[in-house]
T-cell receptor
């Protein structure tokens, strides 16, 4: 069974700080990596996706991928209370059948 | 705007009853998916489809079935509802196998 692992948290950071969310995956052949944000009682919404090794930046968000270490992370700069949510890491396996999700990390940003 | 709609939003049913959850998307995506989300388990794949007449089993497919008669719809049927199937169900679609998923708003199902 291919797995995606995340620290469940909660991860607590003060407003304005950098939040770092981490994810490891077991399928070495994975090609596509996604970060979703999910507010309580809502559906997951896409934040970022990354396909190549390195960093990808979009506003306050940076996704980092290291395929050799099978590790993907999400950095949130200048964290805001509105960033408080559960963050889901999702990985597409080598067969490309579907996304496998981690259990999510709960982020709490205090003002 | 394109969207993916699930119905009903909430459903309460009794053990042993057949239940069908609807999913309709206007993205014109070939790929559609059903996930369930439970505390402690995250999102788990139930069934998926890559196009009309194509269906595939996911990680937790026992007790569920799907059919794909057109591009827009992928209904999920619980053949004989069990209390273990109490969950929040999400339908999703994607443009290609490596594309992000677009999620519906979810259906909260309670089996009593």
């Amino acid at each position: 069974q291919k797995e995606v692992e995340q620290n469940s948290g909660p991860l607590s950071v003060p407003e304005g700080a950098i939040a770092s969310l981490n994810c490891t995956y077991s399928d070495r052949g994975s090609q596509s990596f996604f970060w979703y944000r999910q507010y309580s009682g809502k559906s997951p919404e896409l934040i970022m996706f990354i396909y190549s090794n390195g960093d990808k930046e979009d506003g306050r968000f940076t996704a980092q991928l290291n395929k050799a270490s099978q590790y993907v992370s999400l950095l949130i700069r200048d964290s805001q209370p509105s960033d408080s949510a559960t963050y889901l890491c999702a990985v597409n396996n080598q067969a490309g059948t579907a996304l496998i999700f981690g259990k999510g990390t709960t982020l709490s940003v205090s003002s | 705007d394109a969207e993916i709609t699930q119905s009903p939003r909430h459903k309460i049913t009794e053990t042993g009853r057949q239940v069908t959850l609807a999913c309709h998307q206007t993205w014109n995506h070939n790929n559609m998916f059903w996930y369930r989300q439970d505390l402690g388990h995250g999102l788990r794949l139930i069934h998926y489809s890559y196009g009309v007449q194509d269906t595939n089993k996911g990680e937790v497919s026992d007790g569920y079935s799907v059919s794909r008669s057109n591009t827009e719809d992928l209904p999920l049927t619980l053949e004989s509802a069990a209390s273990s199937q109490t969950s929040v169900y999400f339908c999703a679609s994607s443009e290609s196998r490596n594309s992000p998923l677009h999620f519906g708003n979810g259906t909260r199902l309670t089996v009593t």
